[in-house]
C-alpha cells in the first residue's frame, strides 16, 4: 500500500516532470479530494440527488483529466479543458446553486485565477485570466441584484464549516504550488551559479595557457637578440669565425621556431573568434594529423615549462574528413588542456586511421578521474570538483557527434586517464 | 685578465645559459651552470659563489623561492634576476624577495655584462677563498678555477698556461678537487668531473 502511494507520488510529481505538470497534477488532485468530500459529505446527511451529483461530476472529471494527462502528455491541453470546465462552468454553477458568495466559494475564484496564471503563458493567460475576472464579478452582482435566482445556505453553521473547509483546501493548495515554485527558482539559481562558476574557470585556464604559451614566444626572442648582438661583438673585435657563424645559424633556427609558434597562435585564435562570431560551421576536407602537429607544437613548451612531456604520433597518410578546421581544434585544444591540467609528468596524443575513420587517442598519467563522476563527465556542467572545469568535454562530444563520431574517456590501468575520440566527418 | 670572481647562473635555456656563459668567461671570470635548482644545489655544495643570475620560471621551482635558499648558504651574495616576466609587478616581487637587480628577457647583453662586472667589483675578491677556508668541503678558487678548464677538456699542461699555474700545481690541484668532489674512479675522473659541474 505505502509501495503503492509511493509509486503514485513519482508519477504524479516526480522531480523529473515539468513543474507546470506537477501543479496540474496537484489541482487535479485537489479537485478529486474536494469533490469526494462534499459529495461524499451530503450524502451522509441526506441532501438531494440534485446536490450532489455535481460534486461526483467533479471527481469523475479531475480522476478523467488526470489519467488522460498522463497517458496523452498533452499538458497544454488539458490546462485549456480544465480551466474551462471547471473555472468556467462548475464553479459558476456551485456558486449559484450551492451557496453563493456566504460560503467558500468565493475563495474557490481566487484559486481559479491564480491557478491559471501559473499554467497559461502569454496572450492565453491574458485573455482566460480576463475572462474569469469578467465572469466572477459579474456573478457576484448577479447574486446581489437577484437574489431569488441563487439559492443560499441557510444554517449558520454549515457556512462556518464550508468557509473552513474551503479554505483549508486553497490555502494547501496555493502553498504547495508557491512551494514547487520557489523551490524551482532556487534550484535553477544553484545552477545557473555552477554554470557560470566553470565558465569563469574554463576562461582562466584558457587565458592561463595563453599566456604561458606568450611567455615561451619571448624565448627565442630573447635568445635570438642576445646571439645577433653577442655575434656582432665578436665580428667586431676578431672577424667571423666558426664560433660566430653558428651563433648567426642559431639567430636563424629560432627565428624560424617563433614563426611557427606564431602562425600556429594566430591560426589557433582566429579560429576560436570566428567560432565564436559567426557559431556556423564551415565544413572543409580537415588535415586532423596536421591540426594535431600544429596544436602540439604550440602547446609543447608549456608542458615543458610544467614538467611533462608532449608527444604525438601522426600515422602516416591520415585521410582527409570533411568537418569544421575550427570546431576540431577546439576539441583537440580542449582534450590536451584538460590533460594538461591534471598529467604528471607525461602525455602522449596519436592519431590513428582505419578507413575512413579517425581516432585520436590522448593519454596522459594525471591521477584519474574519480569512477563515480566518469559516466557523467561529458554532461555540461560537470567537473572533477576540484578547481579544473569539465565543462570543456561536453563540448567536445557535441562537436565529435557533429563529426559522425564519438568520444569517450576511461581511466588506465595504473593512472591517469584516456581519452578516444573518433570522427568520420560530417555529411 | 683574471677576476677571479665566480658567477653562478641558474637558467633552464641552455642556448641563453651558454651565451651567458661564454660571455662570462670571456671576462675571466669562473663560471658554475644549472639547468634546474636541484643542479644549482649541488654546485653549491662545490663553491660559493660571488654573484648568481637567477632566472625564475624553471623546470622544477621559482627562482625567488630559491633565492632564500641561496641566502642561507652564502650569505649576501648579489642576485641579479634575468627572466622573461617583465610586467613591473614580477619585478617589484624579484626585488622585495631580495633580489639585488632584475633584468628582463629580451635583455641587452652589454648591459648585463656591465651590471654582473659591477658586482663583481663590489664583493672582494677573496670572498670565495675566505668562504672555502672555513667550509674544507667547498672548493677554493684556483681548485675551481682549475676544475673548470679540466671539464672544457684541456690537458693539465694547457690548464698550466691558463692559469699561470706549474703542470705540477694543476695536478695537486685536480687530485684535491677529485678528492673534496669524492671522485675516486682512476680511468673515468674527468668524465664524472663533467657530470659534476656540466648541465
Redesign the interface.
Known amino acids: 500500500m505505502l509501495l503503492l502511494l509511493r509509486k503514485m507520488r513519482n508519477m504524479l510529481f516526480g522531480r523529473e516532470l515539468e513543474l507546470r505538470v506537477r501543479l496540474y497534477n496537484i489541482l487535479a488532485c485537489i479537485g478529486l479530494a474536494t469533490g469526494l468530500y462534499s459529495g461524499v459529505y451530503r450524502l451522509v446527511i441526506g441532501a438531494g440527488l440534485r446536490h450532489i451529483w455535481l460534486h461526483f461530476a467533479l471527481v469523475i472529471f479531475s480522476a478523467l483529466m488526470l489519467w488522460y494527462a498522463t497517458k496523452s502528455k498533452n499538458y497544454q491541453r488539458c490546462y485549456v479543458i480544465t480551466i474551462v470546465v471547471v473555472f468556467f462552468i462548475i464553479f459558476p454553477i456551485v456558486f449559484v446553486n450551492l451557496g453563493s458568495y456566504t460560503g467558500g466559494i468565493p475563495m474557490f475564484f481566487v484559486f481559479a485565477v491564480l491557478f491559471t496564471v501559473f499554467m497559461l503563458v502569454g496572450k492565453k493567460m491574458f485573455v482566460f485570466v480576463a475572462l474569469e475576472l469578467l465572469l466572477y464579478v459579474s456573478l457576484f452582482l448577479y447574486a446581489y441584484f437577484f437574489p431569488e435566482n441563487v439559492s443560499r445556505i441557510s444554517n449558520e453553521f454549515i457556512i462556518v464549516l464550508d468557509n473552513i473547509v474551503v479554505f483549508l483546501v486553497v490555502s494547501i493548495g496555493l502553498s504547495a504550488a508557491m512551494a514547487a515554485h520557489i523551490h524551482l527558482f532556487d534550484k535553477q539559481n544553484k545552477e545557473l551559479e555552477a554554470a557560470r562558476k566553470q565558465t569563469e574557470e574554463y576562461a582562466k585556464m584558457k587565458s592561463e595557457l595563453f599566456a604561458e604559451m606568450s611567455?615561451e614566444m619571448?624565448?627565442p626572442?630573447?635568445?635570438?637578440?642576445?646571439?645577433a648582438?653577442?655575434a656582432v661583438?665578436q665580428i667586431r673585435i676578431s672577424g667571423a669565425n666558426e664560433q660566430t657563424l653558428a651563433?648567426l645559424s642559431?639567430i636563424s633556427e629560432?627565428a624560424q621556431r617563433l614563426a611557427e609558434m606564431a602562425d600556429g597562435t594566430l591560426k589557433m585564435l582566429l579560429s576560436f573568434s570566428e567560432k565564436t562570431q559567426t557559431n556556423k560551421s564551415e565544413v572543409t576536407p580537415v588535415d586532423v594529423g596536421d591540426l594535431a602537429t600544429r596544436l602540439i607544437r604550440l602547446l609543447k613548451p608549456v608542458a615543458?615549462?610544467r614538467?611533462s612531456s608532449l608527444s604525438l604520433f601522426v600515422e602516416n597518410g591520415i585521410p582527409k574528413i570533411q568537418g569544421d578546421a575550427g570546431e576540431l581544434t577546439q576539441l583537440l585544444w580542449n582534450i590536451t588542456q584538460n590533460a594538461l591540467a591534471h598529467a604528471r609528468s607525461n602525455i602522449e596524443m596519436a592519431v590513428l586511421a582505419s578507413g575512413a575513420t579517425i581516432t585520436v587517442t590522448l593519454k596522459d598519467d594525471g591521477g584519474g578521474i574519480d569512477p563515480k563522476l566518469l559516466p557523467h563527465v561529458f554532461e555540461r556542467g560537470v567537473s572533477d570538483g576540484a578547481e579544473k572545469s569539465g565543462i570543456g568535454l561536453s563540448v567536445c562530444r557535441e562537436i565529435a557527434l557533429k563529426h559522425g563520431g564519438d568520444i569517450s574517456i576511461q581511466n588506465e590501468m595504473g593512472a591517469g586517464t584516456c581519452v578516444s575520440v573518433i570522427l568520420r566527418g560530417r555529411c | 685578465m683574471s677576476n677571479d670572481g665566480i658567477v653562478l647562473l641558474l637558467e633552464d635555456?641552455i642556448?641563453?645559459l651558454n651565451?651567458?656563459r661564454?660571455?662570462l668567461e670571456g671576462e675571466g671570470l669562473m663560471v658554475l651552470v644549472a639547468k634546474t635548482i636541484a643542479e644549482a644545489r649541488e654546485r653549491l655544495k662545490l663553491a660559493i659563489p660571488d654573484v648568481a643570475v637567477l632566472d625564475i620560471?624553471l623546470?622544477?621551482g621559482s627562482g625567488i623561492d630559491f633565492l632564500s635558499e641561496l641566502r642561507q648558504t652564502c650569505g649576501n651574495v648579489p642576485v641579479l634576476f634575468l627572466t622573461?616576466?617583465a610586467e613591473r609587478a614580477d619585478i617589484l616581487a624579484g626585488l622585495v624577495a631580495g633580489g639585488n637587480d632584475y633584468i628582463s628577457?629580451?635583455?641587452?647583453?652589454?648591459e648585463f655584462r656591465a651590471r654582473i662586472m659591477g658586482f663583481i667589483r663590489l664583493v672582494s675578491c677573496d670572498r670565495a677563498s675566505s668562504a672555502a677556508s672555513k667550509n674544507a668541503s667547498l672548493l677554493s678558487v684556483s681548485e675551481l678555477s682549475v676544475a673548470l678548464f679540466a671539464t672544457k677538456g684541456m690537458s693539465n699542461k694547457e690548464i698550466a698556461e691558463k692559469v699561470y699555474l706549474s703542470e705540477s700545481r694543476v695536478k695537486t690541484c685536480l687530485s684535491s678537487v677529485y678528492r673534496k668532489l669524492g671522485i675516486a674512479d682512476e680511468q673515468d675522473k674527468r668524465r664524472m668531473l663533467v657530470d659534476r659541474l656540466e648541465v
Do not use: C, W
Open positions: 611567455h619571448r624565448t626572442l630573447t635568445v635570438m637578440s642576445a646571439y648582438q653577442f661583438e651563433d642559431t629560432e615543458q615549462r614538467g | 635555456n642556448k641563453i651565451l651567458n661564454r660571455m620560471m623546470p622544477d622573461a616576466k628577457k629580451p635583455y641587452d647583453i652589454d
